[in-house]
T-cell receptor, first 114, second 114 residues
Framework: AQTVTQSQPEMSVQEAETVTLSCTYD???????LFWYKQPPSRQMILVIR??????QNATENRFSVNFQKAAKSFSLKISDSQLGDAAMYFC???????????FGGGTRLMVKP | NAGVTQTPKFQVLKTGQSMTLQCAQD?????MYWYRQDPGMGLRLIYY???????DKGEVPNGYNVSRLNKREFSLRLESAAPSQTSVYFC?????????????FGSGTRLTVV
């Protein structure tokens, strides 16, 4: 079974600075998808960014980018120019190519200091 | 607004009581899911329905039952609630298995069993 690990329960960043959230996963599949979700205090799960494993190029969405290291099974999220609205729980998630299930990591709580 | 609607948003049950969590989506998605979220453990899959008429167990199905009433609706039932089922429950949907997009989530139900 696939597992997803987020080793940082909490992170803190100064407004306008850059922060990187870590995620590692374990799988025997060669083709899969990776996601980062944001959960603000409203509880809503919001898709931040996704990465297809067969793509070598790292995904980017405005201030959010990933560092995908397939051999190391690492998928970190970089937030540039952090804003107060970025404060939330962030979840890394894995989805196999043929499967239905999203497997989530335990989450990282990001705090943004003004 | 299009999306996933969950009811109720909050519920308190006594041990041994039963209840059904309702979920409906209006995006014509084929697949629907129920997850529970507990502190430090991320989201764990309870049951899913890959398509109308099918349901399958996820990672933590014990104590729950589901019904895929039609393409739009997917309900989760607790027959005899236990304090261990205190959690936040999320319903989600996706276009189908094996696709690249993540899920669309409902806003969650906070359930407390006393």
């Amino acid at each position: 079974a696939q597992t997803v690990t987020q080793s940082q329960p909490e992170m803190s960043v100064q407004e306008a600075e850059t922060v990187t959230l870590s995620c590692t996963y374990d799988t025997s599949e060669s083709d899969y998808y990776l996601f980062w979700y944001k959960q603000p205090p409203s509880r809503q799960m919001i898709l931040v960014i996704r990465q297809e494993a067969y793509k070598q190029q790292n995904a980017t969405e405005n201030r959010f980018s990933v560092n995908f290291q397939k051999a190391a099974k690492s998928f970190s999220l970089k937030i540039s120019d952090s804003q107060l609205g970025d404060a939330a729980m962030y979840f890394c998630a894995y989805r196999g190519n043929a499967g239905n299930m999203l497997t989530f990591g335990g989450g990282t709580r990001l705090m943004v200091k003004p | 607004n299009a999306g996933v609607t969950q009811t109720p948003k909050f519920q308190v049950l006594k041990t041994g009581q039963s209840m059904t969590l309702q979920c409906a989506q209006d995006m014509n998605h084929n697949s629907m899911y129920w997850y529970r979220q507990d502190p430090g453990m991320g989201l764990r899959l309870i049951y899913y329905s890959a398509s109308e008429g099918t349901t399958d167990k996820g990672e933590v199905p014990n104590g729950y039952n589901v019904s895929r009433l039609n393409k739009r609706e997917f309900s989760l039932r607790l027959e005899s609630a236990a304090p261990s089922q205190t959690s936040v429950y999320f319903c989600a949907s996706s276009e189908g298995p094996g696709l690249t997009y993540g899920y669309t989530f409902g806003s969650g139900t906070r359930l407390t069993v006393v």
